[in-house]
């Protein structure tokens, strides 16, 4: 499967975005998808994760009741909304897909990963 993540940009403190991630191939509802995301310097960190149904999601503790992860299978397309967002959320954001059962918060748990999108939070 291939993934191209898209809507980030520059946003103030307190503002919203939201993320997509469009996937290509006819197998998309069976793949579990997540969010990771890497500020300059660091590593790459988990933010959210979402069952093939949509049913289960999960999510860092830096990020619950701000973010939240859906996903639409007739569009094959996994959102990221982001809310109230601070500069600490500047990041490249990459969406990631996972072919196994089950949630994970790690990042060797995903089989194809996207491109990236970049969020800048200015305070």
């Known amino acids: 499967v291939q993934l191209q993540a898209s809507g980030g940009g520059l946003v103030q403190a307190g503002g919203s975005l939201r993320l997509s991630c469009a996937a290509s191939?006819?197998?998309?509802?069976?793949?579990?998808m997540g969010w990771f995301r890497q500020a300059p310097g660091k590593e790459r960190m988990f933010v959210a994760a979402i069952s093939w149904s949509g049913v289960s999601t999960y999510y860092a503790d830096s990020v619950k009741g701000r973010f939240t992860i859906s996903r639409d299978n007739a569009k094959n397309t996994v959102y990221l909304q982001m809310n109230s967002l601070k500069p600490e959320d500047t990041a490249v954001y990459y969406c990631a897909a996972k072919q196994s059962l089950g949630i994970t918060t790690d990042r060797r748990g995903y089989d194809y990963w996207g491109q990236g999108t970049l969020v800048t939070v200015s305070s």
């Open positions: 191939g006819r197998t998309f509802n069976s793949y579990y």
